[in-house]
């Protein structure tokens, strides 16, 4: 079974970066796509960045320039750099398989059961 470790979140101010990792367990990670998912208070989990297993990304407009989203095939490991943050960025962000590393937004399902997610909160 597929295990899914967040971590790296916290408070930050506007302006501020953080640097998100997810531990992967359990897949062939290296063959796989891998995306970032966020669920602020009140909304559906979204899909905000995307990694192929060749290394392609995508990126959802409203984080586009700001994220990037990388990957360590050799330390199953996804991360998320995240800079020049916004207080609309607070968020619980999570780390997933989607079914397209490209299908960013609402509709896009993770394909794994879902880790604890770590929090994000943007405040001054």
């Known amino acids: 079974q597929v295990q899914l470790v967040e971590s790296g979140g916290g408070l930050v101010q506007p302006g501020g970066s953080l640097r998100l990792s997810c531990a992967v367990s359990g897949s062939i990670f290296g063959t796989h796509s891998m995306g970032w998912y966020r669920q602020a208070p009140g909304k559906q989990r979204e899909l905000v960045a995307g990694?192929?297993?060749?290394?392609?990304?995508a990126y959802a407009d409203s984080v586009k320039g700001r994220f990037t989203i990388s990957r360590d095939n050799a330390e199953n490991t996804v991360f998320l750099q995240m800079n020049s943050l916004k207080p609309e960025d607070t968020a619980v962000y999570y780390c997933?398989?989607?079914?397209?590393?490209?299908?960013?937004?609402?509709?896009?399902?993770?394909?794994?059961?879902w880790g604890q997610g770590t929090q994000v909160t943007v405040s001054s």
């Open positions: 997933n398989r989607p079914w397209f590393y490209s299908c960013l937004g609402y509709g896009c399902s993770g394909r794994y059961s």
């Open positions: 990694i192929s297993s060749g290394g392609t990304t």
